[in-house]
T-cell receptor
Framework: GAGVSQTPSNKVTEKGKYVELRCDPI?????LYWYRQSLGQGPEFLIY????????DSGLPNDRFFAVRPEGSVSTLKIQRTERGDSAVYLCASSLTGGRRGYNEQFFGPGTRLTVL | DQQVKQNSPSLSVQEGRISILNCDYTNSMFDYFLWYKKYPAEGPTFLIS?????DKNEDGRFTVFLNKSAKHLSLHIVPSQPGDSAVYFCAASGGADGLTFGKGTHLIIQP
């Protein structure tokens, strides 16, 4: 079966522009996560969806960042008024179930490399 | 403040020898620990995990040890193979809805 897919693989934009990053999770996975990985760092949690709702958006750095998952499958991460500091690899992951406790294997997509000039 | 720490940015090991990657954590709420392996331009892939109620989990060449009192875990790879060259991330579950990752250790297996 198909894994997690993300588009585009690379995105170059100018400071101040708006970008959308798409994630297609593994079919049947109810939980979806977005992470951001900056150079030399590990992935940092941004937001977690359980079904259509954002169950935890505590990792979003500010209100320029927003994510949706309207039908409980595909998710879009939206960044307004991009800044150079937003340059990073944005990773999406899905898991069969979510939640804070216990075993929660997450399957990652290849990421979208965002470069803000 | 980093809740999951991997203090070795890189590690070089000769092929056939044992690779030991270390990880320390600070959050007592963590109840599950995972190791992910990452190749360039790919997403992290799950390698092995351990529950906080265990102190060892083995899967083929990979063994993870957990010392709860020291808040320390380690990944042992034996024997090391060239295809093991990658960045290894230690991650923890239980403190928040997402996983908390360390900064990674770049393992280089030398022929």
């Amino acid at each position: 079966g198909a894994g997690v897919s993300q588009t585009p693989s690379n995105k170059v934009t100018e400071k101040g522009k708006y970008v959308e990053l798409r994630c297609d999770p593994i079919s049947g996975h109810t939980a979806l996560y977005w992470y951001r990985q900056s150079l030399g760092q590990g992935p940092e949690f941004l937001i977690y969806f359980q079904g259509t709702g954002a169950a935890d958006d505590s990792g979003l750095p500010n209100d320029r960042f927003f994510a949706v998952r309207p039908e409980g499958s595909v998710s879009t991460l939206k960044i307004q008024r991009t800044e150079r500091g937003d340059s990073a690899v944005y990773l999406c992951a899905s898991s069969l179930t979510g939640g804070r406790r216990g075993y929660n294997e997450q399957f990652f997509g290849p990421g979208t490399r965002l470069t803000v000039l | 403040d980093q809740q999951v720490k991997q203090n070795s940015p890189s590690l070089s090991v000769q092929e056939g020898r044992i690779s030991i990657l270390n990880c320390d954590y600070t959050n007592s709420m963590f109840d599950y620990f995972l190791w992910y392996k990452k190749y360039p331009a790919e997403g992290p892939t799950f390698l092995i995990s351990i529950s906080s109620i265990k102190d060892k989990n083995e899967d083929g060449r990979f063994t993870v040890f957990l010392n709860k009192s020291a808040k320390h875990l380690s990944l042992h790879i034996v024997p090391s193979q060239p295809g093991d060259s990658a960045v290894y991330f230690c991650a923890a579950s239980g403190g928040a809805d997402g996983l908390t990752f360390g900064k990674g250790t770049h393992l280089i297996i030398q022929p």
